[in-house]
């Protein structure tokens, strides 16, 4: 994978395109990385053409990416030319996805503008659109000619999106065998060191990338990163149901500390370890409501997971800090008492 940790950014994206032999270039953004993150591309000194989406989930849409397709067919794309997205998760997803089946395939760079897309989505692969009301039903895993990281984007990221990435980094921390955990709790997110910030984006990003080079079609080490995604997905939907709003890396950090709890009583996570991410997670992100009426559904959604195989509701599990155990079956009662013990800790 080539992922590049920008100083400047001018100066590495010509780099990067120096070496490929492309044609016209194409720029994909959403109105919100449109305003904050294009003022570079006022210096540099290729020509390209801009795309703008609208913002939002909402958009990653099978509408939007055939207007994507439609404006570079309308405007000369050929097989050589070069897609940039630069945003999100959402615009590397869909951007990424767009470059892969335009023409059977165009050259690609993501410059992640999110801390989210930074230490996640905009690297291992992961390209595609939500379709008939799933979350990222078409797609494919096809990897960028570039990932171009720089932080300092995140200066004008709002501090749910920013505690939005954090919650993956805090997976990373957990799975990974290297400091990383301890280096995140460390790190004062109501004061961000931006310095510092680089460096733990920098050790996230190779958590992941680690995984995904072992693994990367997820056969098996891969669901090392679904780690407290199993019930995150579950509230997603619920709260998509009920019309809560709940970003994707808050349902993440609410969904770590059930699946430790799960760990913990299976599998003898340490109880020190797991009281210290509920610290965290109380600190900084605010809890998300449910009842015990809300457990049956909680339960169907669980058992809707990709993850799953036949009837076996499948999580990914630790037996301690960096040791992952996949493939960890639990009961509908075990389930249950992880979410009391999530209402229990958050007091609700
Ligand atoms: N492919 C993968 O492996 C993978 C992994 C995790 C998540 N995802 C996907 O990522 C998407 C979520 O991505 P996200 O959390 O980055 O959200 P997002 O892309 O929707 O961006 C959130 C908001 O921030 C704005 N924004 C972007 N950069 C900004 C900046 N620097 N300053 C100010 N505002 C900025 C955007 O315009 C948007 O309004 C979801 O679709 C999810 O499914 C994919
Ligand atoms: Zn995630």
């Known amino acids: 994978m080539n992922i590049i940790n920008c100083k400047n950014i001018v100066r590495d994206l010509e780099m990067q395109m120096a070496d490929m032999n492309h044609s016209k270039v194409f720029v994909l953004t959403d109105e919100g990385s449109e305003k904050h993150c294009t003022a570079f591309l006022d210096k540099v000194s290729f020509d390209f053409q801009s795309i703008v989406l609208k913002d939002g989930d909402e958009h990653k849409s099978l509408d939007a990416l055939a207007s994507v397709w439609e404006f570079m067919t309308?405007?000369?794309?050929?097989?050589?030319?070069?897609l940039i997205n630069l945003g999100g998760g959402m615009i590397t997803d869909l951007g990424g996805f767009a470059a892969s089946t335009f023409k059977r395939g165009v050259y690609f760079i993501n410059i992640p503008t999110t801390l989210l897309a930074m230490v996640d989505a905009a690297?291992?692969?992961?390209?595609?659109?939500?379709?008939?009301?799933?979350?990222?039903?078409?797609?494919?895993i096809i990897h960028a000619?570039?990932?171009?990281?720089?932080?300092?984007?995140?200066?004008?990221?709002?501090?749910?999106?920013?505690?939005?990435?954090?919650?993956?980094?805090?997976?990373?921390?957990?799975?990974?065998?290297?400091?990383?955990?301890?280096?995140?709790?460390?790190?004062?997110?109501?004061?961000?060191?931006?310095?510092?910030?680089?460096?733990?984006?920098?050790?996230?990003?190779?958590?992941?990338?680690?995984?995904v080079e072992e693994d990367p079609y997820e056969?098996?080490?891969?669901?090392?990163?679904?780690?407290?995604?199993?019930?995150?997905?579950?509230?997603?939907?619920?709260?998509?149901?009920?019309?809560?709003?709940?970003?994707?890396?808050?349902?993440?950090?609410?969904?770590?500390?059930?699946?430790?709890?799960?760990?913990?009583?299976?599998?003898?996570?340490?109880?020190?370890?797991?009281?210290?991410?509920?610290?965290?997670?109380?600190?900084?992100y605010q809890p998300f409501f449910f009842s015990c009426d809300d457990y049956d559904t909680l339960f169907d959604y669980v058992k809707h997971d990709k993850k799953n195989s036949g009837d076996r509701i499948n999580f990914t599990l630790l037996s301690g800090l960096g040791q992952v155990q996949i493939n960890q079956h639990c009961s509908k009662e075990?389930?249950?008492?992880?979410?009391?013990?999530?209402?229990?800790?958050?007091?609700?």
């Open 123 to 140: 690297v291992g692969g992961k390209t595609g659109i939500n379709f008939c009301g799933f979350k990222n039903e078409i797609g494919a």
């Open 334 to 348: 075990e389930i249950f008492a992880a979410l009391d013990f999530y209402r229990d800790e958050m007091g609700i």
């Open 219 to 284: 056969k098996g080490i891969r669901k090392a990163l679904n780690l407290g995604h199993t019930i995150a997905h579950a509230f997603e939907t619920h709260a998509m149901k009920t019309g809560q709003a709940l970003l994707h890396g808050r349902a993440v950090a609410i969904g770590i500390i059930p699946e430790l709890f799960l760990s913990f009583q299976k599998l003898q996570f340490p109880s020190d370890v797991m009281r210290q991410v509920i610290h965290e997670v109380k600190d900084l």
């Open 145 to 211: 000619d570039a990932v171009m990281i720089d932080t300092t984007f995140l200066k004008t990221l709002d501090e749910d999106n920013v505690l939005s990435g954090y919650a993956e980094m805090l997976k990373h921390g957990l799975i990974s065998k290297t400091d990383h955990f301890t280096d995140l709790l460390k790190f004062d997110w109501r004061n961000i060191n931006y310095e510092v910030l680089n460096q733990l984006v920098m050790d996230s990003n190779m958590v992941k990338q680690g995984i």
């Open 74 to 82: 309308k405007n000369g794309a050929d097989r050589e030319s070069l």
